[in-house]
Nanobody
C-alpha cells in the first residue's frame, strides 16, 4: 500500500526555483514527523531536512540551510520542499519519508522518489 507519493520533480536551472510535494495518508500525517532525503548518483542517501508533526519546528542539513524550505499542510496531508537557488550538486532523487521518532535516522515510511536535475 502506497503511503507517500512525491511530485514536482524535473529540470530546473541553477539560481531558479522548484517546489516538490509529497501527498500522504491521514494516518501518517497525524502521527509522524516528516522529512526529505535525497540520493545523488554514486552517493549515499542523505537527509535534506524535516518538520515535526506537533509545533512544526524544522531541521535542515547545513548545506540546505537558507536555500530550502520545508513545510506541511496537515489539512491537505501534503509535505512540501521549496528549493530556491538550487545548484548542480543538488541534482538527486528526492524522497519524502515519515519518522515516528523524530530523529530522522530510520524513517518508517518512504515515497518512491522524484528526480530533480539542476542545470548550470
Amino acid at each position: 500500500q502506497v503511503q507517500l507519493v512525491e511530485s514536482g520533480g524535473g529540470l530546473v536551472q541553477a539560481r531558479g526555483s522548484l517546489s516538490l510535494s509529497c501527498a500522504g495518508s491521514v494516518r501518517i500525517f497525524s502521527t509522524h514527523h516528516l522529512c526529505w532525503f535525497r540520493q545523488a548518483p554514486g552517493k549515499q542517501r542523505e537527509i535534506v531536512g524535516g518538520i515535526r508533526w506537533i509545533g512544526g519546528s524544522t531541521y535542515y542539513a547545513d548545506s540546505m540551510k537558507g536555500r530550502f524550505t520545508i513545510s506541511r499542510d496537515n489539512a491537505k496531508n501534503t509535505l512540501y520542499l521549496q528549493m530556491n537557488s538550487p545548484k548542480p550538486e543538488d541534482t538527486a532523487v528526492y524522497y519524502c519519508a515519515a519518522d515516528d521518532s523524530g530523529t530522522w535516522s530510520a524513517p518508517d515510511y518512504w515515497g518512491r522518489g522524484t528526480q530533480v536535475t539542476v542545470s548550470s
